[in-house]
């Protein structure tokens, strides 16, 4: 069972920076491909960036590439999601996502992040 515990989320001014943690347990961190996805009210949950599990491979989706990185720490177990240039329609809650081979992902309980005008 993987346990993923996300922090790190709160208000920010636009054109502010956050950086947000995501904790996991349960099993070997580098059998884990991990991702950030995030849902903005009244949307659908919808896809961030994605590392791979030996942490040389990202991806990103196109309304964030340039502004947020993606990255992990394999002695802390932790995958962080660097967001840099925050604009009001990054507001979400953000939620991070872990999959090994083609199970069923895990996901965190979410942290939220809101962005000022």
């Known amino acids: 069972q993987v346990q993923l515990v996300e922090s790190g989320g709160g208000l920010v001014q636009a054109g502010g920076s956050l950086r947000l943690s995501c904790a996991v347990s349960?099993?070997?961190?580098?059998?884990?491909?991990m991702g950030w996805y995030r849902q903005a009210p009244g949307k659908e949950r919808e896809f961030v960036a994605r590392?791979?599990?030996?942490?040389?491979?990202?991806y990103y989706a196109d309304s964030v590439k340039g502004r947020f990185t993606i990255s992990m720490d394999n002695a802390r177990n932790t995958v962080y999601l660097q967001m840099n240039s925050l604009k009001p329609e990054d507001t979400a809650i953000y939620y991070c996502?872990?999959?090994?081979?083609?199970?069923?992902?895990?996901w965190g309980q979410g942290t939220q992040v809101t962005v000022s005008s």
């Open positions: 996502q872990g999959v090994v081979g083609g199970a069923v992902p895990y």
């Open positions: 349960g099993r070997t961190f580098s059998t884990i491909n």
């Open positions: 590392i791979n599990r030996s942490g040389d491979s990202t």
